[in-house]
T-cell receptor, first 112, second 112 residues
Framework: DAGVIQSPRHEVTEMGQEVTLRCKPISGHDYLFWYRQTMMRGLELLIYFNNNVPIDDSGMPEDRFSAKMPNASFSTLKIQPSEPRDSAVYFC??????????FGEGSRLTVL | AQSVTQPDIHITVSEGASLELRCNYSYGATPYLFWYVQSPGQGLQLLLKYFSGDTLVQGIKGFEAEFKRSQSSFNLRKPSVHWSDAAEYFCAVGNQGGKLIFGQGTELSVKP
C-alpha cells in the first residue's frame, strides 16, 4: 500500500499569494493530522480530523490558515494570504484508530 | 497539560558506542509513547511504541526503550551505534484516539 502522499514537495511563493498543500492519507486510516515543522518551534500540531471531521484546530496559527477534508482520501491545508513567517515544512500524517502515525515526506514552503 | 521534554538538543557518539536518548513526559492519564526518527529531507518514521504491558519495548534497527512510570520517562537506547543512525529523534506522547505531542527532538551525530 502506498504511504501518505503529499504535494507539492516544494513550493516557493511570494508574500500575499495563496498556498494550497494537499494530502492523501493511507487508505482505511480514519485520523488525519497536519503538522508544521520549523527550527524555532519544532513540530507543531495544527489540526486533526477523525472520519473527515475536524476535531481540534487549536493549533492553527490564525485565520489565514484553513484545512478541509472533503472525503476520506483527501485533505488540503490552505494559507491565504501567505507571509514569510509561514515558511516551514508541513507534514501530513494518518493513522488507524489507536495505531501509530504514518507521515508523508512533507511539503517545504518558502514564502519570499 | 500534555508535554514532552527531550533535554538533549544534540548528542555526538562514536560509532560502535552505546546510545541513550532521554525523554520525559507530562500526561494526566496512561500515556501512549512513541519514538520517531527523521533523516534530512524525510518524514518521520516510527522506531517503536509503548501502549501497555512489558515496559521494555523493542523497535526497528536495534533500538529499544524503557517506560518508567515513576520517573515519567521513556528513554531510547541502542547498544552499538552505526553511522547510518545519524538523524533526528523525536519522542511523542498521546492517548487513545487523540493527538500526539512531540518533543523538540534530539539530533544525533556519529563519529567514525
Amino acid at each position: 500500500d502506498a504511504g501518505v502522499i503529499q504535494s507539492p514537495r516544494h513550493e516557493v511563493t511570494e508574500m500575499g499569494q495563496e498556498v494550497t498543500l494537499r494530502c492523501k492519507p493511507i487508505s482505511g486510516h480514519d485520523y488525519l493530522f497536519w503538522y508544521r515543522q520549523t527550527m524555532m518551534r519544532g513540530l507543531e500540531l495544527l489540526i486533526y480530523f477523525n472520519n473527515n471531521v475536524p476535531i481540534d484546530d487549536s493549533g492553527m496559527p490564525e485565520d489565514r490558515f484553513s484545512a478541509k477534508m472533503p472525503n476520506a482520501s483527501f485533505s488540503t491545508l490552505k494559507i491565504q494570504p501567505s507571509e514569510p513567517r509561514d515558511s516551514a515544512v508541513y507534514f501530513c500524517a494518518s493513522r488507524f484508530r489507536t495505531g501509530e502515525l504514518f507521515f508523508g515526506e512533507g511539503s517545504r514552503l518558502t514564502v519570499l | 497539560a500534555q508535554s514532552v521534554t527531550q533535554p538533549d538538543i544534540h548528542i555526538t557518539v562514536s560509532e560502535g558506542a552505546s546510545l541513550e536518548l532521554r525523554c520525559n513526559y507530562s500526561y494526566g492519564a496512561t500515556p501512549y509513547l512513541f519514538w520517531y526518527v527523521q533523516s534530512p529531507g524525510q518524514g518521520l518514521q516510527l522506531l517503536l511504541k509503548y501502549f501497555s504491558g512489558d515496559t521494555l519495548v523493542q523497535g526497528i534497527k536495534g533500538f529499544e526503550a524503557e517506560f518508567k512510570r515513576s520517573q515519567s520517562s521513556f528513554n531510547l537506547r541502542k547498544p552499538s551505534v552505526h553511522w547510518s543512525d545519524a538523524a533526528e529523534y523525536f519522542c511523542a506522547v498521546g492517548n487513545q484516539g487523540g493527538k500526539l505531542i512531540f518533543g523538540q527532538g534530539t539530533e544525533l551525530s556519529v563519529k567514525p
